[in-house]
């Protein structure tokens, strides 16, 4: 069935480093993209989203690249902090999210001092 | 204050028992939606509503119902609760579109944990 997944589990960097987070999706009708952090004991918190008519798309410190060709999504966090230390989640959806996301079983970021 | 508020935070409850959780939000969202997260999973969507009239099933919505008493408030029922229902329950809203278009993040409320033994 369709679903969206993530390559690794968890991922452990140096503070201050660079972190990229990627994700692979299998449904071809998806058009909207979101990242969402969750740290312990709250719920997912918005990061940065993307539509399908863009390639990439900047915040601060993060950056989304959307790669519709081969399915894949990553987020990248530019000098981690100890409190990007989290689990993140992809989220892909169609018609613009209305009928709700689907989930990859997300990524735990570790920032190590 | 929170914009998306759930109670109750933590729940135990027995098999067979009747469990409703509670979401408001104060964000003035049209769409709501309630989710579950299993340890080593992503969130799955149980239920989602456009407005007070308007529900409609998820991925995972056997075994839960809905109710939306107003446009803030949206509850998940489980009328008689299993142990493979333990876990942790997520509602989130979003808005129905406006100038923003249809795409819109979803907000989440901070969870409520369900335990059932």
């Known amino acids: 069935g369709e679903s969206v997944g993530l390559h690794l589990p968890t991922l452990s960097v140096q503070e201050g480093d660079n972190s990229i987070i990627n994700c692979a999706y299998s449904?071809?009708?998806?058009?909207?993209f979101i990242w969402y952090k969750q740290e312990s004991g709250k719920g997912p918190q918005f990061i940065i989203d993307?539509?399908?008519?863009?390639d990439k798309r900047q915040g601060q410190r993060v950056t989304v690249l959307l790669n519709k060709t081969v399915k894949h999504l990553s987020l990248q966090i530019a000098a981690t902090q100890p409190g990007d230390s989290a689990v993140y989640f992809c989220a892909e959806t169609s018609g613009g999210g209305a009928d709700g996301l689907t989930f990859g079983k997300g990524t735990h970021l570790i920032i190590q001092p | 204050d929170a914009d998306v508020t759930q109670t109750p935070r933590n729940r135990i409850t027995k098999t067979g028992k009747r469990i409703m959780l509670e979401c408001s939000q104060t964000?003035?969202?049209?769409?709501m939606y309630w989710y579950r997260q299993d340890p080593g999973l992503g969130l799955r969507l149980i239920y989602y509503s456009f407005d007070v009239k308007d529900i409609n099933k998820g991925e995972i919505s056997d075994g839960y119902s809905v109710s939306r008493q107003a446009q803030a408030k949206f509850s998940l029922s489980l009328e008689s609760a299993i142990p493979n229902q333990t876990a942790l329950y997520f509602c989130?809203?979003?808005?129905?579109?406006?100038?923003?278009?249809?795409?819109?993040?979803?907000?989440f409320g901070p969870g409520t944990r369900l335990t059932v033994l």
């Open positions: 964000k003035g969202h049209d769409r």
């Open positions: 449904n071809s009708a998806s058009d909207y």
């Open positions: 989130a809203t979003s808005d129905g579109g406006g100038l923003a278009g249809p795409y819109n993040e979803q907000f």
């Open positions: 993307i539509r399908s008519n863009m």
